[in-house]
């Protein structure tokens, strides 16, 4: 298993600022995933964090608005910029371990955003 | 139309009850099929993996798939108030968090 704890656990911002999430998994991964769980919607996935290069966005997300960090094995972060209401969510960090049946997702408690 | 459908809810069930959650899918593609189940203000846990059609059991839980459907099924006999929680379905091609897709999720409640 994997055990993976995030900070803050939640936080109330004003829109316009930025939030800076962290991710610490208790071992070593190659990649990172940050996640996006809205009210009612899917769990999409923002980006997958390599540690040393950079992350890889999927469509509709950009490294302008979320920024990621990977500076080691072990560490990233997620940073929500420029935010409005619409960024309240819950963000949701992730890794893989390989299983005998396939590959297996942790996630982390999650940061639940509220912009106002 | 979306890859992954699932019935939100709220499913609101007796003790003792047996449950049943479903999702349809689009990608005749998918090969691997989870059910995640996600306690209030923590992240999801994997609780049944599938892999391809057939039926999976474990303990009072049971997955299924029918993959000429396009819908997957987890049951739960029964039911206990500790099972209250979202039940995630989620499906890739391959083996892979990058891959995978998920739908959004059933919020089950289960009365003593």
């Known amino acids: 298993s994997a055990v993976i704890s995030q900070k803050p656990s939640r936080d109330i911002c004003q829109r316009g600022t930025s939030l800076t999430i962290q991710c610490q998994v208790d071992?070593?991964?190659?990649?990172m995933f940050w996640y996006r769980q809205q009210p009612g919607q899917s769990l999409t996935l923002i980006a997958t964090a390599n540690q040393g290069s950079e992350a890889t966005y999927e469509s509709g997300f950009v490294i302008d608005k979320f920024p990621i960090s990977r500076p080691n094995l072990t560490f990233s972060t997620l940073t929500v910029s420029n935010m409005s209401p619409e960024d309240s969510s819950i963000y949701l960090c992730?890794?893989?371990?390989?299983?005998?049946?396939?590959?297996?997702?942790?996630f982390g408690p999650g940061t639940r955003l509220t912009v106002l | 139309q979306k890859e992954v459908e699932q019935d939100p809810g709220p499913l609101s069930v007796p003790e003792g009850a047996i449950v049943s959650l479903n999702c349809t899918y689009s990608n005749s593609a998918f090969q691997y099929f989870m059910w995640y189940r996600q306690y209030s203000r923590k992240g999801p846990e994997l609780l049944m993996y599938?892999?391809?059609?057939g039926n999976k059991e474990d303990g009072r839980f049971t997955a299924q798939v029918d993959k000429s459907s396009k819908y997957i099924s987890l049951f739960i006999r029964d039911s206990q108030p500790s099972d209250s929680a979202t039940y995630l379905c989620?499906?890739?091609?391959?083996?892979?968090?990058?891959?995978?897709?998920f739908g959004a999720g059933t919020r089950l409640f289960v009365k003593a």
């Open positions: 989620a499906m890739s091609a391959n083996t892979g968090g990058f891959k995978t897709i």
């Open positions: 992730s890794v893989e371990r390989v299983q005998a049946y396939g590959n297996e997702q942790f």
């Open positions: 071992s070593q991964v190659t990649m």
């Open positions: 599938t892999y391809s059609s």
